[in-house]
């Protein structure tokens, strides 16, 4: 999905959550399955597609005139970024060098979202969140010996955790069922100040992901 997508998508998400009957405002919480997809050349040189997990709460604020419309929002996800390899080549030797990064991907968030909390079956909203994320990395370099892989040379370059501040915009649909509901959607990432998995010295990059979520809902009573 383009990330000119994003606008239109929030946009009428907000407008159908806006012209929505207004009904008593009911705290939830989901519990969702995600997919993360890099979307710019910063990210999808270090990273493939990766899956996880992740747990959010909405709470409407009691605000005179949004009639439950406006809610704080914070959550928290886990995911794999699975192993990423680049090859490294010498222009003088011709000699090739494997780089595999694994990454392991998690965000605290906490932001706004508009969109009702009633008693209606479709619930939009749209949101949007400061994050701190949180990046485990383990960087491996192999001199691949093409004759037998067994004989591989490999180096664990380092293990460390890093962190870096990003933010997310994103919009989904809650079918609300009574005692639970269905919540999907999708969000746009941005981080920055993200070692660049190279080892020491490296310089830093921005990588934007896009995610997709599916997960169940219940109200918080």
């Known amino acids: 999905m383009s990330r000119r997508m994003f606008p239109v998508l929030a946009t009428l ?24 997809t890099p979307s710019d050349r910063a990210a999808r040189a ?33 995911a794999n970024l699975l192993n990423r ?4 080549i010498d222009r003088l030797t011709g000699l090739r060098v494997e780089q595999h990064t694994d990454q392991s991907y998690g965000r605290l968030f906490v932001g706004g979202e508009l969109g009702p909390h009633g008693n209606g079956t479709i619930q939009p909203y749209g949101n949007v969140a ?6 485990d990395i383990t960087t491996t370099v192999v001199v691949p010996d093409d004759f037998d892989r067994q004989k591989d040379i490999n180096q664990v370059l380092g293990s460390r955790t890093e962190f870096a ?18 919540d999907g959607g999708v969000r746009f990432l941005k981080q920055y100040g993200v070692p660049q998995q190279l080892g020491a010295g490296a310089v830093t990059v921005q990588p934007s992901y896009v995610q997709y979520r599916i997960g169940v809902s219940l109200p918080l009573r």
């Open 130 to 135: 400061l994050a701190l994320i949180i990046y």
């Open 165 to 182: 501040f990003g933010w997310s915009a994103g919009t989904g649909v809650n079918l609300n069922f009574g005692a639970w509901g269905l």
């Open 46 to 78: 270090y990273a493939r597609p990766g899956y996880g997990l992740g747990v959010d709460v909405s709470l409407p604020l009691p605000v005179p005139g949004t009639h439950g419309l406006l809610s704080a929002m914070a959550g928290i996800e886990y």
């Open 85 to 88: 390899r680049i090859d490294l």
């Open 13 to 36: 998400s907000l407008l159908v959550a806006l012209v929505a009957p207004a009904q008593a405002a009911r705290p939830r919480w989901s519990i969702y399955g995600d997919m993360i």
